[in-house]
């Protein structure tokens, strides 16, 4: 691939919330894109716990955690 998403990150000057599963195959794509995100301080990554990249959009259990971390994050960040 020749395209890289991640090329300019650390232009992010805002907050930034980054979410993964601690078992998804794509969980080091995320990992590098935080690493690239210098521009703000203001960032969190957040790993579910045992949640696979496909779990955490429809287990009960990842999507509780997720959409409460994206509520307090949105709450304190808008």
């Given amino acids: 691939m020749t395209w890289d998403a991640t090329n300019q990150a650390e232009l992010i000057d805002q907050p930034l919330l980054m979410i993964a599963g601690s078992a998804a195959d794509t969980r080091y794509m995320t990992e590098q894109a935080f690493a690239k995100a210098t521009g703000t ?14 779990e955490t959009y429809w287990k009960p259990e990842y999507v509780k955690q997720i959409s409460e971390k994206l509520t307090g994050f949105f709450g304190k960040n808008l």
């Fill in 41 to 54: 301080k203001n960032k969190e990554l957040v790993l579910i716990d045992g949640a696979s990249h496909i």
